[in-house]
């Protein structure tokens, strides 16, 4: 049989059955649901790897995203450059937040082309978001020392890239910050989930870190009925 539609995320590509037997045994759990001990899990397992003091949670890259502009104060009139071939999931939280996308050509790599970049930063440009397509690494040591020339904030978005390096450095630490996404279709996935990494030292008052976890705490959780959904969708 020849299939004429491409295949959808939605199909769960990179379910197997441990994946189908863990969600049988959580739906079971529905305590676990919120507040259950694998986020400690998923929690340490980070701060291990990338040797930080503090990871932030949320129920998607996007939103992690939105969380770590809104630490970075940005907004109303600021400009952000993305690279033109993304996902919706990178310019929404822009939009969000009341400030501009700019899109920006890609290079050979798949990820923002350094050259085209430069010609685009303007006064109303705030932050440039470096993505690492498909895992495979941006020009992100050239694009870091595009950002410091003009004293932008650099923002890592590492959707497709954990576990990748440069040179033995980690993708998500050459940034002022990093965003992780665990949908569907990404290198670790529990159908929907984000992690937010904030590198930055702290600036005059309170520390970066400590202001993004205010803003993840006044968060409200997903609802049951939505992490239900999530649960069965392996199923």
Avoid at 37 to 43: G, L, N, P, R
Avoid at 141 to 169: P, S
Wanted: net charge neutral; with cysteine.
């Amino acid at each position: 049989m020849i299939f004429d539609l491409p295949i959808a995320i939605g199909l769960s590509p990179n379910t197997e059955k441990e994946d189908v037997f863990q969600a049988f045994k959580i739906i079971l759990q529905p305590w676990k649901w919120k507040k259950g001990a694998s986020i400690t899990q998923v929690e340490k397992w980070f701060k291990n790897y990338f040797n930080i003091g503090e990871i932030f949670l949320f129920n998607s890259g996007r939103s992690a995203l939105y969380t770590v502009l809104k630490t970075f104060e940005i907004g109303n009139g600021d400009e952000v450059i993305i690279q033109a071939f993304t996902c919706v999931a990178v310019p929404d939280p822009i939009l969000w937040i009341g400030a501009k996308p700019i899109f920006v050509d890609i290079d050979e790599t798949l990820n923002i082309d350094p050259e085209s970049l430069e010609k685009h930063i303007t006064d109303k440009t705030r932050a440039i978001i470096v993505q690492h397509t498909f895992g495979i690494p941006a020009k992100v040591e050239l694009i870091k020392e595009i950002a410091q020339k003009h004293n932008l904030l650099l923002i890592e978005d590492c959707a497709h890239a954990l576990g990748a390096e440069i040179n033995g450095k980690k993708l998500g630490t050459f940034g002022d910050a990093a965003i992780f996404s665990f949908g569907r279709d990404k290198v670790i996935s529990s159908v929907f989930g984000g992690i937010a990494i904030i590198n930055s030292q702290p600036k005059a008052g309170r520390p970066l870190a400590e202001k993004l976890k205010k803003f993840q705490q006044n968060l409200s959780f997903p609802s049951y009925f939505w992490i239900l959904q999530q649960i069965l969708h392996p199923i």
